[in-house]
């Protein structure tokens, strides 16, 4: 079955950086574009980045676009997202999510806390 | 940038009411719309997509509606597992965006 797993959310200061990893298995990773897709305390589902199949697109939230980059390794069937110059409004729980245009599948997320 | 609208913010119902959702757009999305429900501490679920269909395994109690700007999200007879917050989303030409969520608490 599909499986998306989350990893390497912390606790960073402001300005500082951060990679965020999406282990996915269960099905063909090279097939699916994929989503990271945000959430702040007790607040709204916030969409962050898309990566086509292929790699070959890349879109970004106004809010991120700059700071953040989204990229993949099929041989490693993992999603990335690359933060940095990272604000205290980018603290959250962000969740990587399968297939386009819909998220069809998510992961459980990982928590990322910008704080001095 | 597309914005989202849903109303109301909150609802309070009792098991076995029919419920309806309301989110808007700010500009025409043809039936490209999502709805997902979200429980505290989970990860999203994806309910219906292209505004009407729903997703395998989602009881046929939910259903949606609506293309260009209005959409409903409705559920025919509520169920005590469906107490949660639903979010409606939209996908065009590359954007997502996300509508405030609404959340449905028991009366």
């Known amino acids: 079955q599909v499986q998306l797993v989350e990893s390497g959310g912390g606790v960073v200061q402001p300005g500082g950086s951060l990679r965020l990893s999406c282990a996915a298995s269960?099905?063909?990773?090279?097939?699916?574009?994929m989503h990271w897709v945000r959430q702040a305390p007790g607040k709204g589902l916030e969409w962050v980045a898309f990566?086509?199949?292929?790699?070959?697109?890349?879109y970004y939230a106004d809010s991120v676009k700059g700071r953040f980059t989204i990229s993949r390794d099929i041989s490693k069937n993992t999603l990335y997202l690359q933060m940095n110059i990272l604000r205290a409004e980018d603290t959250g729980i962000y969740y990587c999510?399968?297939?386009?245009?819909?998220?069809?599948?998510w992961g459980q997320g990982t928590l990322v806390t910008v704080s001095s | 940038d597309i914005q989202m609208t849903q109303s109301p913010s909150t609802l309070s119902a009792s098991v076995g009411d029919r419920v309806t959702i309301t989110c808007r757009a700010s500009?025409?999305?043809?039936?490209?719309l999502a709805w997902y429900q979200q429980k505290p501490g989970k990860a999203p679920k994806l309910l219906i997509y292209e505004a009407s269909n729903l997703e395998s395994g989602v009881p046929s109690r939910f259903s949606g509606s609506g293309s260009g700007t209005e959409f409903t999200l409705t559920i025919s007879s509520l169920q005590p597992d469906d107490f949660a917050t639903y979010y409606c989303q939209q996908y065009n030409i590359y954007s997502w965006t996300f509508g405030q969520g609404t959340k449905v608490e028991i009366k």
């Open positions: 999510a399968k297939d386009a245009p819909v998220c069809h599948y």
């Open positions: 500009q025409s999305i043809s039936n490209w």
């Open positions: 269960g099905f063909t990773f090279s097939n699916n574009g």
């Open positions: 990566i086509q199949y292929d790699g070959s697109e890349k």
